[in-house]
């Protein structure tokens, strides 16, 4: 490296942790930037605000659902861009027993307990640790501290995520927790909505999807898992080749809205990265692939997104975007069958995606 690059380098460097500075005890919007690759995050719940990049004819346009503001999250029920935690996903009667004791956890969903309780890690501030908008790498740390007894969960957890840009157009997210003095269970998610034709394109119904994932775990009316594993062999669950999501989503239980379920991945082990699901949206050419070293993905056809008011103040409807939320299993807590999500102090939990986006003509 010259010397003038090394010195852009610092520059970029200390043009990023000043910017995090300035906005420690705030809320904010921060950018990472690298070249027409833009996404934006706020400290609110660790949210991705948005992602913008071309579509087959280079024009840009964002593909996630969101709000302008910090405050409208604020608001939010749907957990648009967030960090989901400390546990994401149900937990039955909203309650387990670790070590013979008994925990009593925030029943936000009925009985149930949903992502983590009222506030979880997605209705919190986090703070921002470290931020470099440009440069080779450009990515945004932030962290949050959950306390003993939070939304009924025992201990204190640190939590971290990085977003990061490696290149264009891959979109990194490394999630992380250390128990800092009890054993808990941990299972964080990235809660995006993707529409990948652009948040104001309508729904997701006309797009591919494929996910690498030969199994379920079948819910009752609850959506609590009810411990077993079914093929989607023959059903509306099989995404293993792509297929249009019009399809199967018709096929659905005339009950059910939408998707809502979790999928198994194919060939899961221990911290290696898997491919986990593709999105291919035709009119745009985009493509996006996620791999992930999670055991589950959660598919959410944003069946209770009703008449939200979003980025613009465009309209979000139901299928407005999907989410594949990587992460343990719905209620692993109470299904000992289920890999463990119990994290122990000095034991760390690690939780990797990784996002690439292309374009098919
Ligand atoms: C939040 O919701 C309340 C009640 O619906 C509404 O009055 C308020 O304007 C909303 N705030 C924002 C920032 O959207
Ligand atoms: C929660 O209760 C309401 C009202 O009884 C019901 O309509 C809804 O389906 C329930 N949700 C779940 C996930 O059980
Ligand atoms: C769904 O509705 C269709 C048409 O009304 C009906 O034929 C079918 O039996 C229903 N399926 C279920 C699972 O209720």
Request: aromatic content about 10%; hydrophobic content about 35%.
């Amino acid at each position: 490296m010259s010397k003038v690059s090394i010195f852009l380098c610092f520059i970029v460097l200390s043009f990023g942790i000043v910017l995090a500075h300035s906005s420690k005890n705030g809320l904010g919007i921060y950018e990472i930037k690298k070249g027409d690759f833009s996404v934006k995050v706020t400290n609110y719940g660790a949210r991705v605000v948005s992602v913008v990049l071309p579509d087959k004819y280079g024009k840009l346009a964002d593909v996630v659902l969101g709000f302008d503001t910090v405050k409208e999250y604020m608001n939010d029920t749907s957990h648009f861009g967030a960090i989901v935690g400390r546990v994401a996903n149900r937990i039955a009667g909203a309650k387990f027993t670790l070590n013979g004791k008994v925990y009593k956890l925030d029943a936000n969903e009925n009985t149930s307990m949903l992502h983590g309780g009222k506030n979880g890690f997605s209705q919190v501030a986090w703070k921002v640790k470290k931020h470099v908008k440009y440069g080779r790498s450009p990515y945004i740390t932030l962290t949050y501290h959950s306390v003993d007894g939070e939304e009924g969960f025992p201990g204190d957890v640190l939590a971290s995520v990085t977003y990061a840009l490696l290149e264009p157009y891959k979109l990194s997210v490394t999630m992380k927790a250390k128990a800092l003095n009890k054993a808990t269970p941990v299972n964080l998610a990235q809660h995006s909505y993707w529409n990948l034709g652009g948040h104001t394109s309508g729904n997701i119904l006309s797009d591919e999807l494929q996910i690498f994932a030969s199994h379920i775990t079948p819910v009752d009316q609850k959506l609590i898992p009810t411990g077993k594993f079914a093929s989607v062999k023959n059903t509306p669950y099989d995404f293993l080749k792509p297929r249009v999501i019009n399809g199967p989503i018709k096929q659905l239980p005339n009950d059910s809205r939408g998707f809502d379920i979790n999928y198994v991945v194919d060939g899961h082990k221990g911290q290696k990265m898997k491919p986990i699901a593709m999105v291919y949206n035709k009119k745009s050419g985009r493509v996006m692939k996620l791999s992930s070293n999670a055991p589950g993905v959660q598919l959410y056809t944003g069946n209770y997104v009703i008449d939200v008011k979003g980025k613009g103040g465009f309209i979000y409807k139901p299928h407005a975007a999907l989410c594949l939320e990587t992460q343990g299993f719905p209620d692993a807590v109470n299904h000992p069958n289920f890999p463990s999500q119990i994290v122990y102090p000095g034991k760390d939990y690690e939780h990797g995606m990784l996002f690439v986006f292309s374009i098919k003509k």
